[in-house]
């Protein structure tokens, strides 16, 4: 059965720099699309970025964009969000999600596995 673990948030000063690691169970993470995801409250679902499993990726938020980047470890069966230059509109609830698929889409719907998340709050 294909399970995800998020694990790296926790509390960060503004500017600074968090890894979320994303633990894929069950399935190896080159047969899906990976995606990363956030949540703040009141908001709604936001996709970050996608990665194939050719290693191709896609970035859909343009407000992080060239501050995160999305990468994988493929021994460990494991996929990563490195996030530098985190501003306080960044906190949120972060996930990772997979999808049975060759090509990425930001879009919630298209995934179909979820891990639970792990939040980040960026505050002074």
């Known amino acids: 059965q294909l399970q995800l673990v998020e694990s790296g948030g926790g509390l960060v000063q503004p500017g600074g720099s968090l890894r979320l690691s994303c633990a894929i169970s069950?399935?190896?993470?080159?047969?899906?699309?990976i995606g990363w995801f956030r949540q703040a409250p009141g908001k709604e679902r936001e996709g970050i970025s996608c990665?194939?499993?050719?290693?191709?990726?896609?970035n859909y938020l343009d407000s992080v964009k060239g501050r995160f980047t999305i990468s994988r470890d493929n021994a460990k069966n494991t996929v990563y969000l490195q996030m530098n230059s985190l501003k306080p509109e960044g906190s949120a609830s972060y996930s990772c999600?997979?999808?049975?698929?060759?090509?990425?889409?930001?879009?919630?719907?298209?995934?179909?596995?979820w891990g639970q998340g792990t939040q980040v709050t960026v505050s002074s």
């Open positions: 069950g399935f190896r993470i080159d047969w899906y699309v």
């Open positions: 990665l194939t499993k050719s290693g191709a990726s896609t």
């Open positions: 999600a997979a999808a049975p698929a060759y090509a990425c889409s930001g879009g919630p719907a298209f995934y179909k596995h």
